[in-house]
């Protein structure tokens, strides 16, 4: 009976995808939920408490947080392809996008720390609670 053995592009492949696929997915979806904080922490500490301050998750844009999740697995499932089938220009298109993944998060990770405004309000008046004994009196 015949058996196909793996070939070498078919480890890299698994290298791969393990390497840029679930590390560097892990990686990437970390930073950005810390990055933000990181962002809100040191521009927003000190007004938190205050109206109008926002939050860490309001300085990232929704819209791009979707799109570099898709740009990485297309990177991914490109560069892997490429390597199993011995295709250069597919493994030279895996890295040009990600070249623009990675700058998409670099944009993504600028812009949390450009992104929000504390609004000028007033700070909120302290009203006093009376008292035990001026309630009693």
């Known amino acids: 009976?015949?058996?196909a053995q793996p070939t070498l592009g078919a480890h890299a492949a698994y290298v791969y995808l393990l390497l840029f696929g679930?590390?560097?997915g892990a990686i990437?979806?970390?930073l950005q939920k810390i990055v933000p904080l990181l962002s809100w922490y040191d521009r927003f500490a000190p007004y938190a408490g205050r109206s109008g301050?926002?939050?860490a998750a309001e300085l990232l844009d929704e819209r791009l947080t979707w799109t570099t999740p898709f740009l990485h697995v297309t990177t991914v499932l490109?560069?892997?392809?490429?390597?199993l089938l011995a295709l250069?220009?597919?493994i030279r298109l895996s890295g040009i996008l990600?070249?623009?993944f990675f700058g998409l998060q670099a944009v993504l990770m600028f812009g949390s720390r450009v992104r929000g405004k504390v609004e000028e309000r007033p700070a909120p008046v302290a009203v006093p609670v009376?008292?035990?004994r001026s309630v009693q009196s």
């Not at 490109?78 to 390597?83: E, F, H, R, V």
Request: include cysteine.
């Open 1 to 3: 009976s015949f058996q």
């Open 22 to 24: 679930f590390l560097g």
């Open 28 to 30: 990437f979806s970390q």
């Open 53 to 55: 301050v926002p939050t």
């Open 78 to 83: 490109c560069g892997a392809l490429g390597l």
């Open 88 to 90: 250069p220009w597919l």
């Open 98 to 100: 990600g070249f623009l």
């Open 130 to 132: 009376p008292s035990e």
